[in-house]
């Protein structure tokens, strides 16, 4: 066999094995997206289940007790309860639903609440006090549901970091000068070492021994997936980190062009 003839063969095989490379890490994009929405079906039964527990008790109390003040009581705490119960479901509908790569404007702030809604009684149970600094800040052009997927992966994390609870803060900032908008999840947990830091977005990198109690972390793939995603939209991630000072993740993302808020 002459040289040129072994070194086509070889690009060949390059070739092939680079798309065998693309065609998995895109099924690992999909897999991850199916066990995100796993997890996510688990935590929101529960907090539905809650809503509902508090729905059939005071519907009883109310039935027991003939009472005026009883029953407004009774009404008045039946209505929240199912108003939350309502925005658990909006919220796991729209990010199951639009699961396409379409780019769309989005509102990073609600999309930070919608997300947050999911997550509120796991914040309450793990003492994680959740602070908003939201600045005025305008749309992005973003897949809403990556983008969902993006911060519940950084909002776990930073939960996990904490086990005996800490401080959850969320910062919207626009730079005018830049047109970018910057998300940040700042939390007070155990921080990372450089070590781990210089791995944290390696695929299957953990530092967890599994899923905890409710079903989540472990797999090493959450930083993975929001990389692959931030950068389909053409932003950046900035971490800093400090072992036992916590750590602070900014995803930053190119404002919507003005050719495409026309057309919203
Ligand atoms: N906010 C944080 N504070 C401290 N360490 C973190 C934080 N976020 C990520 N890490 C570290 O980076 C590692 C990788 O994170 P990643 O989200 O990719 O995987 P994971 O949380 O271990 O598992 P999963 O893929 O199920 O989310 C974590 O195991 C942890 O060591
Ligand atoms: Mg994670």
Same mark, same amino acid.
Request: charged share 25%; hydrophobic share 40%.
């Given at each position: ?8 063969? #070889? ?9 065998? !490379? ?17 997890? #996510?079906?688990?935590? *929101? ?15 009883? #109390? ?7 003040? &009883? ?20 919220? !796991? ?17 609600? #999309? !930070? ?42 909002? !776990? ?20 000068? &830049?047109?970018?908008?910057?998300? &940040? ?7 990372? *070492? ?12 953990? *530092?967890?021994?599994?899923?905890d109690a409710t079903g989540k972390g472990g797999s090493g793939l959450g930083l993975a997936t929001c990389r692959e995603i931030v950068e389909a939209h053409r932003g950046r991630i900035r971490v800093e980190s400090a072992p036992g000072r916590g750590t602070a993740i900014t995803i930053r993302l190119p404002m919507l062009q003005a050719s495409e808020r026309r057309g919203a």
């Amino acid at each position: 066999m002459d040289s040129q003839h072994l070194q086509r063969q #070889l690009d060949a095989e390059r070739a092939r094995h680079a798309a065998e !490379v693309a065609a998995l890490r895109s099924q690992l994009l999909e897999a991850r997206k199916s066990a995100t929405l796993g997890e #996510l079906l688990g935590t *929101t039964t529960h907090e539905f289940n809650n809503a509902l527990t508090t729905i059939l008790n005071y519907a009883r #109390l109310g039935l027991r007790h003939g009472d005026q003040p &009883t029953r407004d009581k009774a009404l008045g705490r039946i209505l929240s309860a199912g108003t939350r119960a309502a925005k658990i479901t909006a919220s !796991v509908l729209s990010m199951a639903r639009n699961r396409t790569t379409r780019f769309e404007p989005v509102d990073i702030g609600q #999309l !930070v609440d919608e997300v947050l809604v999911l997550l509120e009684r796991e914040m309450i149970k793990y003492r994680v006090q959740v602070e908003r600094e939201f600045g005025p800040a305008p749309r992005v052009s973003a897949n809403p549901s990556q983008l969902q997927q993006v911060l519940l992966n950084l909002l !776990v994390n930073a939960r996990q970091a904490m086990p005996t609870g800490g401080r959850l803060i969320l910062r919207i900032a626009h730079d005018e000068a &830049t047109g970018l908008v910057d998300l &940040t999840v700042r939390d007070t947990g155990c921080g990372m *070492t450089p070590d781990v830091m210089r791995r944290m977005f390696d695929p299957h990198f953990t *530092t967890k021994s599994g899923p905890d109690a409710t079903g989540k972390g472990g797999s090493g793939l959450g930083l993975a997936t929001c990389r692959e995603i931030v950068e389909a939209h053409r932003g950046r991630i900035r971490v800093e980190s400090a072992p036992g000072r916590g750590t602070a993740i900014t995803i930053r993302l190119p404002m919507l062009q003005a050719s495409e808020r026309r057309g919203a």
